[in-house]
């Protein structure tokens, strides 16, 4: 399917991406359109060291989630800023109405560079006393945006 006049990418194509890169190292494998890459990231020098796990099936909107640390349990009880869900930690990275993200994006450059962004912010939050998110966005309901997220990646531009 042709989004904006470009190709979707495919599982296996998002793969080889990754492999290449050279800022994003980590491992993962591409089965039956279904992607898993597993890296560490630490969003800057003095920044504790995160776990995560992208997860890309053909036709859906990629997922990333924070494996370690336990962000829940570094928040002590606060709620968890702009994520679709608390446990397991899933960022909330775009905004799916801007279209922001189509299948023919490379996640390199695209997904990955916001989990930084991120990342960078979770860490403000954090050293901020865990009071205000200054990362910005609009976030949906979680059950909202999934279906949103289904039909919009499904459907090509205008």
């Known amino acids: 399917m042709k989004y904006g006049g470009r190709p979707s990418l495919s599982a296996a194509q998002q793969l080889l991406h990754l492999r290449r890169s050279e ?51 570094l928040a002590e009880g606060d709620k968890l800023p702009h994520v679709y869900s608390q446990r397991p930690t899933r960022l909330c990275l775009y905004w799916p109405k801007a279209r922001e993200w189509t299948p023919s994006d490379r996640l390199d450059l695209t997904f990955l560079p916001w989990m930084d962004t991120w990342l960078y912010y979770f860490e403000d939050w954090m050293a901020g006393g865990r009071k205000d998110w200054q990362g910005g966005g609009e976030h949906p309901d979680p059950s909202e945006a999934s279906s949103r997220e289904r039909r919009r990646v499904l459907r090509p531009f205008a």
């Open 23 to 73: 800022v994003y190292p980590g491992i993962g494998s591409a089965v039956r359109g279904r992607l898993t890459w597993r890296m560490s990231r630490r969003p800057f020098p003095l920044a504790r060291e995160y776990e995560l796990r992208l997860v890309y099936q053909e036709g859906e909107a990629p997922q990333l989630f924070v494996d370690r640390p336990d962000l829940v349990l």
